[in-house]
């Protein structure tokens, strides 16, 4: 369990540190091309989001990495789950309603929920 949680748990951190990253560091004509819903969601709200995926995959490897409060990382991981429901929503009620990917990384942060509570 120990080897699958970091394997699974550091893939989606790698992928939510660099979506956050993107977030953060790019205006709205660079995101545009990857995220069709930016121009509907305010700049800060979307720099807010970037912030909250940056910390939510510290969330997931930090705590853990160090011992202390390893029960964060659960609850990083129940937020990203939340997170994309968000996002199916938001991708629902505009016009690129492709939700696959959302749709893969609730089904990976529900693994990383399952081998949190089993393990940590």
Known sequence: MNI???IVAGLLALFYLYAGALKVFR??????PMMAWVDRIP???VR???TVEIL????LILPPLTGIAPGLAL??????VLLQI????????GEDRQITLNVGLIATASVVIWLA????
């Open 4 to 6: 699958a949680y970091w």
């Open 27 to 32: 205006n709205r004509d660079q995101l545009r």
């Open 43 to 45: 700049l800060p709200a």
């Open 48 to 50: 807010a989001l970037g």
């Open 56 to 59: 939510g995959a510290t969330g």
């Open 75 to 80: 609850a990083a991981a129940i937020g990203f």
């Open 86 to 93: 968000g996002a199916i929503a938001i991708h629902l009620t």
């Open 117 to 120: 509570i089993t393990w940590l």
